[in-house]
């Protein structure tokens, strides 16, 4: 039986053999893309067997076991670096336990240190994964492509995507005045003196974007999203980049409830534009707008409300 030309893959319509008849197999160009055929997508993250057209931005060559690999190597490594680095602050500075114990949760230095060896670590190790190991393009196929939002030029799409991380920063702020929070959150002893800030606020804006981005937005949600559906992908990556800020905000329900949104809202971005881009600005602005906020409201950073 005849197969109608309308119905055959876009990679083999057009490709005729002499007397009329159509050829099955792919043209060199669509061959030599990895990325471009949907069969590069593991059964095993099609739902019930199915196969269907994957759309480009989810056609990720990692699988539910990779994630899971991933997450078991975060954890340890943050306990392995945690240890480390704290047995070296024991000895430098003679702390007793539950000195000790203070001071790798309090010490801006400590924290920030801790966390930009392991999001230096985290990173590495997608590297190793996307690059080495599937020998592809690493950030193209993470998900960093050129953003487009509508008919803007990339530099006005991403100037919007950084003022509606402002306007989503306001908006988290006004709810959580509404809903009420503890007198103090576990972050909040990170925010104590000017060189605290700074560097907390230099880890929010210049790391925590492009890192949480990558991985959440990148490296999560299209697993999740090609496997369950992108309404799916986009509330099971959001509530994960919530529950992984919840030890900061400890007390807080209200205000992880809020952030688990903040994470919702960024991966529906991640959905509708297909780049990662598109949330690393938005996200960028969040913060942005946060830490401004802070500075104004303690007058450059000279009067704090915990002391």
Same mark, same amino acid.
């Given at each position: ?12 319509q ?19 893309e ?21 759309p ?79 020998r ?22 991403? !100037?919007?995507?950084?003022? +509606?991380?402002?306007? =989503?920063? #306001? @908006? %988290?702020? /006004? *709810? ?45 949600y ?9 309404p ?16 900061? !905000?400890?007390?807080?329900? +209200?205000?992880?409830? =809020?952030? #688990? @949104? %903040?994470? /919702? *809202? ?42």
């Amino acid at each position: 039986m005849n197969t109608p030309e309308n119905e055959l893959p876009e990679d083999v319509q057009g490709a005729e053999q002499p007397h009329g008849e159509v050829s099955l197999e792919p043209t060199p160009s669509a061959a030599s893309e990895p990325m471009a055929a949907p069969e590069s997508i593991s059964e095993a993250d099609r739902p019930g067997g199915l196969s269907y057209q994957v759309p480009e931005d989810l056609r990720a060559p990692w699988t539910w076991m990779d994630l899971l690999i991933f997450v078991l190597f975060g954890f340890g490594s943050l306990l392995v670096l945690t240890n480390v680095l704290a047995s070296i602050a024991a000895d430098l500075y003679h702390m007793s336990r539950p000195q000790l114990l203070q001071f790798v949760t309090t010490n801006a230095g400590f924290v920030t240190l801790r966390q930009t060896l392991w999001f230096a670590v985290m990173m590495g190790y997608l590297f190793l994964v996307v690059r080495v190991r599937q020998r592809v393009p690493f950030w193209k196929t993470i998900g960093w492509r050129e953003l487009r939002i509508g008919a803007l030029r990339p530099g006005g799409a991403a !100037l919007l995507c950084v003022l +509606g991380g402002f306007v =989503l920063a #306001i @908006a %988290v702020q /006004i *709810a959580s005045a509404l809903v009420g929070k503890p007198p103090q959150l576990p972050i909040e002893a990170l925010f104590r003196d000017r060189r605290s800030v700074l560097l907390v606020m230099s880890m929010g804006v210049l790391l925590a974007p492009v890192v949480e981005e990558t991985i959440f937005r990148g490296f999560i949600y299209p697993v999740a999203a090609r496997s369950f559906g992108v309404p799916f992908g986009i509330v099971f990556t959001g509530t994960l980049f919530g529950l992984l800020h919840a030890p900061q !905000l400890w007390g807080g329900w +209200g205000q992880i409830a =809020l952030l #688990i @949104a %903040v994470g /919702i *809202a960024f991966t529906t971005a991640r959905a509708r534009t297909g780049t990662v881009v598109a949330t690393y600005f938005l996200h960028l602005g969040y913060n942005t707008f946060l830490f401004l906020a802070f500075y104004f409201a303690t007058g450059g950073l000279r009067y704090f409300p915990n002391q």
